[in-house]
């Protein structure tokens, strides 16, 4: 059956790609955007449910805009949704993303001049000048110290996820201002090069499984129904969680007894990067 998620078509407009696969009033090629608020919700229906978040400078293709919501395919993973149109601006490629767990975009290159905008870890901005403490974006000034070229990416993932550490729990969040257990992972695997989808049974393919009697280690993942977490070392993980409402470690063993005696199961998969 055609997972929604992932299938850029509601019936009455798909994209050009599935002419053949699914049936729509019309297929198009769709346009290229790009988010232009700090966090944009990704619903799953018109004014309906978050399902994932996307960021500021993160790319989409618009294939419908009706009574204001652009139905939308993000390009970080091929999540489909509708968010706000006016959440959207011209596309532009970027650059850097914000490598910290946030940074302000500011009106001069003066860390004392206005700020503007409030941006996330895993932001997509585009560099068109080098000052002495700033990156100059067409929007404003970013301390340096709080980019990172998209040619240099992050080499552990754990470490990332650990620059969420204490983030607030939000069902279907991206953002520092909230993130949720798939979330968490997405954010530590782009921000590495890696490729990763939006939602923990999507994340069960990535990589390989880890055998019974193989010794768990630092960045393996773990899921339960529902939910994931990633390894830190081989007694602690890290997930975002309703349990603490928050990103938190736990240890591995305590883990697992919890959320069995909480009536969530057993771990039903671990993977390998």
């Known amino acids: 059956m055609t997972d929604t998620r992932l299938t850029p078509a509601n019936g009455r407009v798909a994209a050009e790609r599935l002419r053949d696969l699914v049936r729509a009033d019309r297929y198009v090629q769709g346009e290229p955007r790009r988010v232009a608020v700090p ?4 619903d799953g229906s018109p004014g309906g449910m978050r399902d994932r978040q996307l960021l500021w400078g993160e790319g989409v293709t618009v294939y ?4 204001g919501m652009a139905f939308v395919e993000a390009a970080r993973d091929g999540y489909v949704g509708y968010l706000s ?20 975009l500011y009106r001069d290159d003066d860390m004392k001049s206005p700020d503007l905008r409030h941006l996330s870890f895993g932001a997509l901005v585009t560099v068109e000048a080098e000052g002495r403490r700033f990156w100059e974006t067409p929007e404003g000034y970013i301390p340096k110290p709080h980019l990172r070229a998209l040619d240099r990416p992050f ?3 754990a470490a990332v996820a650990q620059l ?25 695997l782009l921000a590495c090069g890696l490729p990763c989808p939006g939602d923990s ?3 069960q393919d990535i990589g390989r499984e880890i055998p019974e009697d193989e010794p768990l280690r630092r960045t393996d993942l773990l899921f339960w129904k529902g939910h994931v977490a990633m390894v830190v070392d081989e007694s602690t ?21 919890r ?15």
């Open 201 to 203: 049974d999507l994340q």
């Open 85 to 104: 149109e006016v959440s959207l601006a011209e596309a532009r490629a970027p650059t850097h993303r914000v490598a910290v767990p946030a940074t302000h």
């Open 237 to 257: 993980m890290i997930h975002a969680n309703a349990h603490h409402m928050a990103v938190a470690y736990e240890g591995i063993d305590q883990a697992i007894l």
């Open 164 to 188: 969420h550490f204490g983030v607030p729990y939000l069902w279907g969040g991206n953002s520092v201002l909230g993130i949720d257990c798939s979330g968490m992972v997405q954010a530590a």
């Open 259 to 273: 959320i069995r005696a909480q009536g969530n199961g057993e771990v039903i998969a671990r993977r390998r990067l």
């Open 155 to 157: 080499t552990d993932p």
């Open 64 to 67: 419908e805009v009706r009574d």
């Open 39 to 42: 966090v944009a919700d990704l």
